[in-house]
């Protein structure tokens, strides 16, 4: 199965890369890209509430994935495993990308491997909370 898979990483915008056998996607890459941007800004538009700066760019978004099918599977983190709104991120995140047109299925995945710490803060998050450690 073909899959574009975007990685986050602190202060490096993620890569689309193809992980399929040597082959890219069956979507076009000009649309490819497109649906990518508009995932990454759907997930800008969900926030934390106990912090002012969105998800993706705290780097609770370990992972994307869209498959051939467009469904999208997304692994994410929390700040703290005991967030008050564990129950609560992984259906705003859903519906935050299902609005995305192009987008089939949406599957999101709480994980906690890596923890997360402040260094997968975007630099634009951390002039945000004016965090430069």
Do not use: H
Not at 13 to 38: C, V
Not at 73 to 80: E, P, R, V
Not at 105 to 131: C, H, I, Q, T
């Amino acid at each position: 199965m073909d899959e574009t898979t975007l990685e986050s990483a602190p202060d490096v915008a993620p890569d689309a890369t193809s992980s399929g056998e040597g082959q890219g996607s069956a979507i076009p890459q000009e649309e490819l890209d497109r649906i990518t941007d508009d995932i990454i800004a759907a997930l800008k538009t969900v926030y934390d509430p106990e912090i002012p700066v969105d998800i993706y760019e705290l780097g609770l978004i370990y992972r994307i994935d869209i498959d051939d099918d467009r469904t999208v599977d997304i692994d994410m983190t929390l700040t703290a495993p005991g967030c008050p709104v564990a129950g609560e991120m992984p259906g705003w995140v859903e519906n935050a990308v299902s609005t995305v047109e192009g987008v089939g299925d949406v599957r999101v995945r709480m994980v906690f491997d890596p923890p997360w710490d402040m260094s997968r803060m975007s630099d634009e998050a951390r002039v945000a909370l004016d965090f430069f450690g």
